[in-house]
């Protein structure tokens, strides 16, 4: 916080908060995305120009948006905070793969706490939970299990 004078102060943004014109630009590019057929549903139907934001996507649809579009759509916040968020895409895009290599996989097991490091020096506490948590266990259960589709 700074203090501003006058017993105020002024708490500045979150350096991961876009403004509202970056977050606009990037609405308006999901809504007028076109994706091969049977690739994912219209995305654009889950876009809100008016709220500002993206509802109701489905599984499949938030998965491929992870995977695929999430370093395309927020490659104007700061490379500090873009960079973890582009390794968590290839975290993803990596685990659900149809072919696996173990030794892969043993160091994904590893990067994935250093990972979660960088996303909790950059969000705030409240934003890991339980769920952030199992991230740490996805690698070891692909080794047990094989590719996502097979189980």
């Known amino acids: 916080m700074v203090d501003v004078g006058r017993g105020k102060f002024f708490k500045p943004k979150a350096a991961y ?10 609405l308006k590019w999901v809504k007028e995305l076109k994706l091969p057929d049977d690739y994912a549903s219209n995305l654009g139907w889950c876009v809100d120009l008016y709220k500002g934001k993206i509802h109701g996507m489905k599984s499949h649809d938030f998965h491929v948006f992870m995977q695929r579009f999430l370093p ?11 960079k973890p968020l582009v390794e968590l895409s290839q975290f993803f895009r990596e685990l659900a793969s149809t072919t696996l290599n173990v030794e892969q996989l043993r160091v994904m097991e590893n990067n994935i706490i250093v ?13 890991i939970d339980s769920m952030e948590h199992l991230l740490v266990h996805l690698p070891y259960g692909a080794r047990l299990g094989g590719p996502v589709q097979y189980h």
Do not use: D, H
């Not at 960088?118 to 506490?125: A, C, G, H, T």
């Open 17 to 26: 908060a876009m403004t509202k014109s970056q977050r606009l630009v990037v």
């Open 72 to 82: 395309i759509a927020f490659n104007s916040l700061p490379k500090s905070i873009w």
């Open 115 to 127: 990972l979660l490091c960088k996303l909790e020096q950059i969000f705030p506490p409240s934003f």
